[in-house]
């Protein structure tokens, strides 16, 4: 009775002590966006500029691999309008690459501070980019991998 007790308080402390962290973890990413350039007309190409600031011993998983298993890469995801159209696919700058020891694939991270890119082309006046920024960060030190859901709306003119 006295084992049992004993490793039902240590499983209780593992919980409480992943709590912590995870919510520490959930609000680790701070995102920023903007437009360049900062007025566009209709007919005009821009391009929105995602950029992320990362707490010391956290990375944040880019969006630039291909993930069947493993980590999960950052999605962007858009809502469907019709006076803005999307050019392509997002573009990671400088992301790191990492050859991931337990299943044998190469994933690409930020440290520190993240940058990704779209060109958008602006088909009507008065135009705001609404959608979702999906991804996963993890502190290195102790293995905490947190998923994220981080909703944007960008005015472009």
């Known amino acids: 009775m006295r084992l049992r007790n004993l490793l039902l308080a240590t499983v209780a402390t593992l919980i409480s002590t992943t709590a912590v962290h995870a919510n520490d973890a959930d609000t680790a990413v701070k995102w920023q966006w903007r437009v360049e350039p900062s007025a566009v007309k209709p007919g005009e190409d821009a391009e929105i500029i995602f950029s992320a600031a ?3 011993g956290f990375i944040l998983y880019s969006s630039d691999f291909s993930a ?5 890469p950052a999605k962007f995801s858009y809502e469907a309008r019709d006076d803005i159209e999307i050019k392509g696919p997002i573009a990671a700058v400088e992301s790191k690459r990492k050859k991931d020891k ?7 991270y930020f440290a520190n501070r993240a940058e990704f890119r779209q060109k958008v082309r602006v088909l009507k006046s008065d135009t705001t980019l609404t959608g979702r920024i999906d991804g996963q960060t993890c502190q290195e030190k102790d293995g905490v991998c947190l ?4 909703p944007f709306s960008i005015r472009l003119n």
């Open 147 to 150: 998923l994220f859901k981080e």
């Open 54 to 56: 990362i707490p010391e």
């Open 68 to 72: 069947e298993l493993g980590p999960r």
């Open 102 to 108: 337990v299943f044998g694939s190469e994933y690409s």
